[in-house]
């Protein structure tokens, strides 16, 4: 079998696999190709994946100069052949899809297909861990809004994306319309492949400013360019991604809060995954931030503090409390640049009543939402009870 990979070159890329009627079975990107194609037949693997290798004829690749690239094009790939192993068992409403809005100062995010959409989108990406990572790299090269239109230029202060170069200025109003849309049609362009295009034009614009005496866009031109030309992304690709027929099919994760007056405070998320918990998946926080009962705040800094960990991401949120609650993790999920649809159980006047607010999908009922708040209630005040002991003790 080494003759599929014995040539293949160690650069990043895309491979595509065939079988005996010429037909794509599966697209496949790679940090390094011959490490990546070499391994399906030289490691142990599981009854989807060896039916995968038994009908393997020819595969043929094509080179990029960056795994980020490589990414962008085995997207484009599986959009155009559909091949069988890309998207058997799969459901193109749960991948994940950059999102540009139509804002006046366009956001970029990440959306599952069966979000409306409500811009323009780049996509289906197969790897949810593989699209995060890839916009944590594009937007340091192409820094972009994640606020919402009512939100724009009413900060008191820059925003902590702001300090660290990935906001434009936004939040308080220093971005330049005109060059902002041009940034996200750079972005777009590259989304799109075209990078040597997009880097022959910048080239262009930065000597133009240049003879226009605008050093400081030459040079900020000049670093976008250098930024292009050395992506750092060895992050982006893990070698041990194969196809391995593994399924999430719905993933709903619970989120709790528990505390005294603000004392001890603590939060819980549980995770439902298939029909069922899995504590494999479950996190508990302490809250940092909030020192007195406030719970919604409580709560956005739980879901803020979550995001920025490199989990699978839920497609549908539950948090046990109302429209304050609801509202705290939707802010948290917008400044992430996120949509994930949001549910919450309000107790109601009598606090007795359990009344589900928001649109309930078809693929979980009220019943497990309701256990899985159970559930995040305990593990919560079990983590609760735990603080305040080590608390009484110290």
Not at 71 to 89: A, G
Not at 208 to 226: G, N, T, W, Y
Request: proline letters at 5%; hydrophobic letters at 35%; aromatic letters at 8%.
């Amino acid at each position: 079998m080494n003759k599929f990979y014995e040539k293949l070159p160690d650069t990043p890329g895309v491979y595509l696999m065939k079988n005996g009627r010429g037909e794509i079975i599966y697209v496949g990107k790679a940090a390094n190709l011959k490490r990546r194609v070499s391994s399906y037949f030289t490691r142990p693997h599981d009854s989807r994946l060896e039916k995968l290798v038994s009908e393997i004829k020819k595969i043929d690749h094509r080179r990029t100069d960056t795994a980020l690239e490589a990414l962008i094009l085995e997207v484009e790939l599986i959009k155009r052949y559909r091949p069988f192993f890309n998207i058997k068992d799969k459901d193109d409403k749960s991948f994940l899809y950059f999102e540009i809005t139509k804002d006046v100062y366009p956001r970029v995010m990440l959306v599952r297909g069966r979000e409306t959409k409500k811009g323009e989108r780049f996509g289906p990406f197969t790897s949810a861990s593989s699209a995060r990572e890839a916009g944590k790299i594009l937007r340091r090269i192409f820094p972009w809004n994640i606020h919402p239109p009512e939100k724009i230029g009413k900060f008191k202060r820059p925003c902590f994306d702001f300090e660290i170069g990935l906001c434009p200025g936004t939040c308080v109003g220093l971005a330049d319309k005109v060059g902002y849309r041009k940034n996200i049609s750079n972005l777009k362009m590259f989304l799109k492949g075209k990078k040597k295009t997009l880097i022959k034009n910048l080239e262009k614009e930065m000597s133009k400013a240049s003879e226009a005496l605008d050093f400081e866009k030459a040079e900020k031109i000049k670093r976008q360019i250098f930024s292009l030309n050395h992506i750092q992304d060895i992050a982006l690709i893990k070698d041990n991604e194969f196809p391995t027929g593994e399924k999430i099919e719905f993933r709903v994760e619970g989120y709790d809060i528990s505390n005294i007056s603000g004392d001890s405070a603590v939060g819980s998320m549980v995770v439902w995954e298939n029909g069922d918990l899995n504590p494999n998946e479950y996190r508990k926080f302490r809250i940092r931030t909030i020192k007195q009962a406030d719970d919604t705040g409580m709560m956005k800094e739980m879901i803020t503090r979550r995001l920025k960990n490199n989990w699978p991401l839920p497609d549908l949120i539950l948090v046990d409390g109302g429209l304050g609650q609801m509202s705290a993790a939707r802010a948290a999920l917008s400044e992430a640049g996120l949509k994930i649809p949001i549910v919450g159980i309000a107790k109601g006047p009598t606090r007795k009543a359990d009344r589900l607010i928001g649109a309930l999908p078809r693929s979980v009922s009220k019943n497990d939402l309701l256990s899985l708040r159970d559930e995040a209630h305990r593990f919560a005040i079990s983590y609760h009870k735990k603080v305040r002991g080590e608390k009484f003790l110290s």
